[in-house]
């Protein structure tokens, strides 16, 4: 039997039980107008970047922890201490930036090629979901690092969700989960990041490459949106091979870019740090340097109005423009208006840099921060002090009582089974909490008289006077 | 038998070549056509495969990193100058600190140890846990003996076993003078063995 006919026999058996032949022709067979071309890689090119922000994402979430206590700590260790973990947390963020840019770059495709046109009307809010879903995980993503930069960035950014009429304040604090800037909203943050945002997207994701492929690809721009006339040719092979080579390019490019310039960590977020000066991740400047203008009572019009309007805009934009023309030249409005849009975010990320640069002070204070990090990710990683194993210590210390006691504690060997701090070994339980759990003559009950359960464990009764039976209790009563 | 997969090829064949809409003239050019896809499918898998290999080995790298870490050796603790212990021949308790890094944190725990100065005047230091069951040991100040308050074990002044249930002498943690100062290296040892056995 050669291998060849072996190999049938096995899709022969794969496919009676799992369809697969007529899942690849349906994925490779896809008919499009005017044949293969590179403007169309984009958005197999976000796919790609969507499964490396997954599978770098889930392995980062390996070591991260969301509190304020230790988030920074995490990261930190990821970058300093853990094999490729600086490659893998760069790989992660310039993923982020990668998708931006992308995404950005496929919307305006779209838009410019008249792709959105005949009958695509759910397709393009598909995207455009997609599209904020996208600015949310960056928003949200930022502040995981729980660094200075993150900590005031997104400060400024719920301050902004605070502007909006009526809802803002609440807004603000629904984001926030309070008044303030904390543990509560890295929670948030971190909720919204992995498990919320990633949910809608997948959902999104599946339900825009569904409606892409019932819609059919809309070809070059002078192709009809919906009675293509053009002859077809197969997604695969042609397309498939601009599709994999654009991957490689942006996979390969991420990479390079992480191996030979990792992304820094800043040092610890200090809420009481006022001289400090956030600056957005770089595709928000132009936002950034936006909302600059629009300050008191006119900041509604800028932070809400002109925003709203753009975004309705592009809502209805597949409703408004029911002319089945695509070719740009032949639109002048929409690609008029497109070039005044683009370049008006370039002017104003320009603008954003040169404020910076040209303000003394300001470009003072931001190469002192620029500084401080540099100095922060020179310094050695320091493993943070758990604070578990010295809150009995401590606690005990305060009460002179408590603190014979623990002497009383080590001396009669408590320590040997219920552990050092009271916090319980292999062969006796914890003792932290004991003084809320039971009353003092409960717990001098036991102390005398251990129950069988107890005595099967190793408990043997304390026989101590009355006096130093107090200072034991103070101690037990110390632990919290 | 023979008849199905007859059937079934005949299908598989029909499959295969009835998806080139595009070209498809001749039966000898549908083969060559057949035969460069096929081609193309194998090159496409293996080119993906190797991709994620590749991308899958910083990944690898980051997840077993835990494993490859070698256990940091457990630092030397200082006991104080050697000339605190010299007045006496009573076991001198003392609480050193250990610190366990574990992961991004460390933990700081006390070990009580004893400090026993030896009839040739020489230093050693016991650690307080009992090989039987881990209870610490305890100095009988009234006698002149370890006792472990849990089972009853006897230990001499220099920990050895003299009654009780314990199946071996108390355990010598290791030590060192430096400048004058006595120093110890904290382990823990496995219980209810007649050899003492360091534990990892």
Redesign the interface.
């Given at each position: 039997m050669t291998m060849k006919s072996q190999n049938?026999r096995f899709v022969?058996w794969l496919d009676q039980r799992t369809g697969v032949?007529h899942l690849t022709?349906e994925a490779l067979?896809e008919p499009i107008p005017g044949g293969a071309r590179w403007a169309y890689v984009l958005g197999s090119g976000l796919l790609y970047i969507l499964l490396?922000q997954i599978?770098?994402g889930v392995?980062l979430a390996?070591?991260y922890v969301a509190s304020a206590d230790?988030a920074h700590?995490?990261v930190?260790?990821i970058t300093k201490?853990?094999?490729?973990?600086s490659?893998?947390r760069s790989?992660h963020m310039y993923g982020s930036s990668a998708m931006v840019v992308t995404l950005v770059a496929h919307m305006a495709q779209t838009y410019f090629f008249g792709s959105y046109k005949g009958r695509r009307e759910i397709l393009w809010l598909s995207g455009l979901i997609l599209f904020a879903l996208v600015i949310g995980m960056a928003f949200t993503g930022y502040l995981l690092p729980w660094d200075q930069k993150a900590f005031f960035a997104t400060a400024v950014g719920t301050n902004i969700a605070g502007e909006v009429p009526i809802i803002g304040d609440w807004l603000k604090e629904l984001m926030r989960g309070g008044t303030e800037m904390g543990t509560l909203t890295l929670s948030r943050f971190f909720v919204a990041h992995v498990f919320l945002i990633p949910g809608c997207i997948f959902a999104f994701v599946a339900a825009h490459i569904f409606l892409f492929r019932k819609a059919g690809s809309a070809g070059p721009m002078d192709e009809h949106p919906f009675e293509p006339k053009q002859q077809t040719?197969?997604f695969?092979?042609k397309q498939?091979i601009m599709d994999?080579v654009f991957a490689?390019i942006l996979?390969g490019t991420l990479?390079l870019l992480s191996y030979l310039s990792p992304v820094e960590l800043g040092p610890k977020a200090n809420p009481a740090d006022t001289s400090f000066l956030p600056r957005p991740e770089w595709y928000y400047l132009p936002i950034f340097q936006w909302l600059k203008y629009w300050n008191g009572a006119s900041a509604i019009i800028g932070i809400v109005v002109i925003p709203g309007i753009i975004a309705a805009l592009l809502v209805a934009l597949p409703f408004l423009d029911r002319k089945l023309e695509r070719r740009p030249w032949k639109r002048p409005v929409a690609s008029f208006s497109f070039a005044i849009v683009i370049c008006s975010l370039i002017f104003l990320g320009w603008q954003s840099g040169h404020e910076d640069a040209s303000d003394p002070a300001v470009a003072k204070q931001l190469t002192k921060q620029s500084e401080e990090t540099a100095a922060f990710m020179k310094a050695p990683?320091t493993?943070?002090?758990?604070g578990?194993?010295?809150t009995a210590?401590n606690a005990a210390l305060l009460d002179p009582q408590a603190m014979l006691g623990k002497k009383l504690y080590?001396?009669?060997?408590c320590?040997?089974?219920h552990g050092?701090?009271a916090n319980g070994?292999?062969?006796g339980p914890k003792l932290i909490g004991i003084g809320t759990k039971f009353d003092r003559a409960k717990i001098i009950g036991l102390l005398k008289n251990p129950t069988q359960k107890m005595r099967d464990g190793?408990m043997?009764p304390v026989d101590l006077p009355d006096a130093e039976l107090d200072k034991l209790l103070a101690y037990l009563n110390s632990l919290k | 038998m023979i008849e199905n997969t007859k059937i079934q090829r005949a299908i598989n064949t029909h499959q295969e070549t009835g998806v080139h809409p595009i070209g498809s003239a001749g039966s000898q050019h549908k083969t060559i056509r057949t035969g460069r896809r096929t081609f193309l499918g194998w090159f496409f898998g293996i080119g993906t495969v190797s991709i994620g290999a590749m991308l899958s080995v910083p990944l690898f790298r980051f997840a077993l990193d835990p494993l490859m870490r070698t256990t940091t050796a457990t630092s030397w603790s200082d006991l104080g100058p050697e000339s605190d212990f010299s007045e006496t021949s009573i076991p001198q308790k003392r609480s050193i600190s250990i610190t366990q890094v574990d992961g991004w944190r460390k933990v700081v725990t006390e070990k009580p140890v004893y400090v026993i100065k030896k009839a040739d005047g020489k230093l050693i230091v016991l650690t307080s846990v009992c090989p039987h069951l881990g209870c610490a040991v305890k100095w009988n100040d009234t006698g002149t003996q370890f006792k472990c308050p849990c089972h009853n074990g006897v230990f001499t002044t220099e920990g050895k076993l003299m009654s009780g249930p314990p199946p071996r002498d108390m355990d010598e943690l290791e030590s060192r003078s430096v400048d004058g100062h006595l120093q110890v290296r904290y382990q823990s040892f496995r219980q209810l063995v007649k050899i003492k056995e360091e534990l990892a």
């Open positions: 049938n022969n032949r022709r067979d490396s599978a770098t392995f390996m070591y230790h700590t995490t930190e260790y201490q853990v094999t490729a973990g490659f893998i790989l040719e197969q695969y092979p498939v994999i490689t996979v990479g990683f493993p943070e002090l758990s578990g194993t010295l210590q080590a001396n009669n060997s320590d040997g089974c050092e701090n070994t292999d062969v190793n043997d | -």
